[in-house]
């Protein structure tokens, strides 16, 4: 699950051309990630994981969260569903 978070993380950077700063918020991303990926937390609470602050999660525009909330979910559902 790590390396696929890893993988995503880079994907939805790129694709969103946001930038992490900090190895702190990286890790905070990932740990939202690998969360949604086990099915312990849902698109809207991701969204709010990766708008929140440190230590919760990486800082991210609230606008830009909710768009790769939803574009996290897409690639899920590409994944998992064939």
Known sequence: MDKQASEARSY???TF???LHDQKQVQAMDKALVQRLTNKIDMNQLSVILHQ???AGPDL???IARKM???FELL???KFSG
């Open 12 to 14: 939805l950077l790129e």
């Open 53 to 55: 602050p440190l230590p």
């Open 17 to 19: 051309n946001a930038d």
């Open 61 to 63: 525009d609230r606008r």
């Open 76 to 78: 899920m559902l590409g």
């Open 69 to 71: 909330a939803k574009h």
